[in-house]
């Protein structure tokens, strides 16, 4: 990979993991905040949403929601465990994206939203093994744990 590749690779991460993170810590640090807003809204597979909504459930959503996207910046901008987070954090953006009106997510697009950019985003930083380019992963895979479950080493980059 050339300089300018990494460079790019390395503000990619960076920005997408400040992103996630400050999206994330929000709502962690906000005790009102709440995922029921969004899930009521839901025009597509409202039925799936309107099941997020159920009180038992809710708490829970809640807290996948503020910890994973505070999870997956934190991972992005230190550059650890990338292929586990961009493969969970694609997964959220779908789940953001699935509850828009399809084919018009918003007023402004037809298919294609942020959320989809963030998904495909997400998967170039996992397939290029964004965390070993100026991240923790190769110091992080050669720690003594890493080299005695290479399983754990296979989710770090």
């Known amino acids: 990979m050339s300089t300018h590749q990494k460079i790019a690779i390395v503000l990619l991460r960076i920005s997408m993991g400040w992103f996630f993170f400050y999206a994330g810590i929000t709502k962690v640090l906000n005790s009102e905040w709440s995922a029921a807003g969004y899930l009521s809204g ?8 309107g099941a997020m909504l159920h009180p038992a459930v809710l ?39 699935f509850a828009l009106a399809f084919p018009y997510p918003n007023k402004n697009a037809f298919i294609v939203d942020e959320h989809i950019i963030y998904v495909f985003a997400l998967l170039v930083l996992g397939a290029f093994h964004a965390g070993r380019v100026w991240g923790l992963e190769t ?5 003594p744990v890493c080299k005695r479950f290479p399983r754990l080493r296979a989710w770090l980059g």
Do not use: Q
Not at 42 to 49: E, N, T
Not at 139 to 143: D, K, M, S, T
């Open 42 to 49: 839901a025009k597509s597979l409202a039925w799936l949403y």
């Open 59 to 97: 708490p829970t959503v809640n807290f996948m929601n503020e910890w994973g996207l505070t999870l997956l910046g934190i991972s992005l901008l230190l550059g650890v465990f990338i292929r586990l987070s961009t493969s969970l954090g694609a997964a959220l953006m779908l789940l953001y994206y």
């Open 139 to 143: 110091w992080c895979a050669g720690l």
